[in-house]
T-cell receptor, first 112, second 112 residues
């Protein structure tokens, strides 16, 4: 597709379970970002990948959160031992470096 | 941590009215972006302002960056129902575009 694709679009899980969220960036975009949007809050930066450089993980809220980007393309955000406060919309974006960000539609995560 | 305060948080107006949304910070940003987000979708970039005092127009939308690059405003003339959505401002730190600081947004509803 032409845009950033995220899956699943909705995920309901039980507290304590692990979840994986997937992001397919726009072809050719070397930069990939993960943001989190909680109800009534602005977007919160989580992690940034740029080419083969070490990712900027400074926004990850705890060590339960991790992300990887394989082959410079697809990225997976993993949340281990989910907590209710992890419930949010997780947004992925991609761009050519330092140019406009294109966001996906997000994954709505609900932790019961 | 740089913060962006948006006001008002909610705005409900009638079609044809004018409105202004504000984005304020005590910190200086190298650039500021405005996004619009519709339910179930990711934010879409409307404009980027870079120079203090800069004014950009996008059809009925006028964006202004404060002289000190700490604040910005979005003015919509003759609002239409299609303008309904969540308007987010986001500031870039230093010379980097990737670690954006987002405001919490203004939820605009334009009633026909």
């Amino acid at each position: 597709g032409a845009g950033v694709s995220q899956s699943p679009s909705n995920k309901v899980t039980e507290k304590g379970k692990d979840v994986e969220l997937r992001c397919d960036p726009i072809s050719g975009h070397t930069a990939l970002y993960w943001y989190r949007q909680s109800l009534g809050q602005g977007l919160e930066f989580l992690i940034y990948f740029q080419g083969n450089s070490a990712p900027d993980k400074s926004g990850l809220p705890s060590d339960r959160f991790s992300a990887e980007r394989t082959g410079g393309s697809v990225s997976t955000l993993t949340i281990q031992r989910t907590q209710q406060e992890d419930s949010a919309v997780y947004l992925c974006a991609s761009s050519s470096p330092e140019v406009q960000l294109f966001f996906g539609s997000g994954t709505q995560l609900s932790v019961l | 941590t740089q913060l962006l305060e948006q006001s008002p948080q909610f705005l409900s107006i009638q079609e044809g009215e004018n409105l202004t949304v504000y984005c304020n910070s005590s910190s200086v940003f190298s650039s500021l972006q405005w996004y619009r987000q519709e339910p179930g979708e990711g934010p879409v970039l409307l404009v980027t302002v870079v120079t203090g005092g800069e004014v950009k127009k996008l059809k009925r939308l006028t964006f202004q960056f404060g002289d000190a690059r700490k604040d910005s405003s979005l003015h919509i003339t003759a609002a239409q129902p299609g303008d309904t959505g969540l308007y987010l401002c986001a500031g870039a730190e230093g010379g980097s575009n990737y670690k954006l600081t987002f405001g919490k947004g203004t939820l605009l509803t334009v009633n026909p």
